[in-house]
């Protein structure tokens, strides 16, 4: 990789100058959201009572989950390896994976869109994801993507969302749905406008696990926070033209060789709330001043062998947890995992591996 093909930059910081200025010509950002609403297909009435049917109704017609696929984050590799917690994190929670001793991790990165067929290079790729399961009992999940904040706090905004994407036809005159739909909720207009630069590989993306769980020590004492999974190499994406000279799927093919050399490594933080912020709305984003604790390190260490089979077996869910480990006031773990069971369902009724 040639010297300056890459854009360091702080992660969570704007990343293209397009928007410097206000928030410009809305529809420049649009991209991203019109590439994964499905096209030409009636939204769920608001009017319905099942938030997770209205939700998984309209997810359910995107690419991937009509070949049987994920609703989302179709597009993915899983590899395995271990994780090594550090002294900071048997202090802060009781969970078994947090006291002292290695435990075995898989882990599952992904492209953000709905369509397998997805080019990493591309900018509607993003945002890329990482799934860990910390395999010891049942297992804990983290599911985690690479912007710093949710599109948006609730499931009806989520909803309204959709049923934006869903409404909007770029041959109709502006504005349109989508359009009024940012211009009235600025953090997922920043989100949106976030997701223009493309990670050099999966091994060098920051992963922030957006929701808030409760952290339960040995003595009973609980203390909100929120994952962060930081890069050990530090975090570096592709300018314009480096990014067009990558493959389709360059992101798999970097992290295979990269494995070959060396495990791949990410420092597992813990983000702690103040008393004044937010924990039930994952769009809010903390202040970069707040306390993290270093949790441990996960360590890459190689892909799995059959990535089909491990595609198609793997469920990740927000809500497995385990003791040490609660769900806070955030609505959102909740009615992702009822869509991921609903996803996982569609997905397995088709008969042949995904």
């Known amino acids: 990789m040639k010297r300056g093909a890459l854009t360091e930059l702080p992660h969570g910081t704007r990343r293209d100058g397009a928007f410097n200025h206000g928030i410009g010509p809305i529809c420049i950002a649009l991209g991203l959201l019109l590439l994964c609403a499905p096209r030409g297909i009636q939204a769920a009435p608001a009017s319905s009572p099942d938030l997770t049917q209205q939700i998984a109704s309209i997810m359910s017609q995107g690419p991937s989950a009509k070949s049987g696929y994920r609703f989302a984050h179709a597009k ?32 599952r990165f992904s492209d953000g869109a709905p369509d397998t067929a997805i080019a990493d290079n591309s900018a ?31 499931g009806e905004d989520f909803l309204a969302l959709l049923q934006a994407k869903a409404a909007t036809d770029p041959s109709k005159p502006h504005p349109w749905p989508i359009e009024a739909f940012l211009q009235s909720h600025p953090r997922a207009l920043k989100y949106v406008q976030d997701l223009r630069s493309i990670p050099a590989s999966f091994s060098t993306e920051s992963f922030y696990g957006n929701n808030t769980f409760r952290f339960v020590n040995t003595s009973g004492e609980k203390q909100p926070g929120r994952y962060q999974i930081i890069p050990v190499a530090g975090t570096q994406y592709l300018d314009d033209a480096a990014a067009k000279a990558r493959s389709p799927n360059f992101l798999a093919e970097d992290l295979k060789l990269r494995l070959a050399q060396a495990p791949v490594k990410f420092r597992l933080l813990l983000q702690l709330a103040d008393p004044a912020d937010p924990t039930n709305d994952g769009s809010a984003v903390w202040p970069e001043s707040r306390k993290k604790v270093e949790l441990g390190v996960i360590s890459i260490t190689s892909l799995v062998a059959d990535n089909a089979a491990a595609e198609n077996e793997l469920a990740f869910d927000p809500t497995r947890l385990t003791d040490g480990i609660e769900l806070s006031d955030d609505p959102l773990p909740i009615l992702r995992s009822r869509v991921y069971a609903i996803s996982v369902a569609s997905r397995r009724s088709h008969q042949q591996p995904r």
């Open 76 to 107: 993915g590799v899983v590899a395995q390896g271990t994780f090594q917690p550090s002294p900071d994190a048997a202090r802060i929670s009781r969970a078994a994976h947090f006291r002292g001793a290695q435990v075995p991790i898989t882990v």
């Open 124 to 154: 509607d790729a993003n945002p890329q994801g990482m799934a860990i399961r910390f395999m010891v009992n049942r297992g804990t999940d983290i599911v985690a993507n690479s912007h710093n904040g949710f599109i948006v706090g609730t």
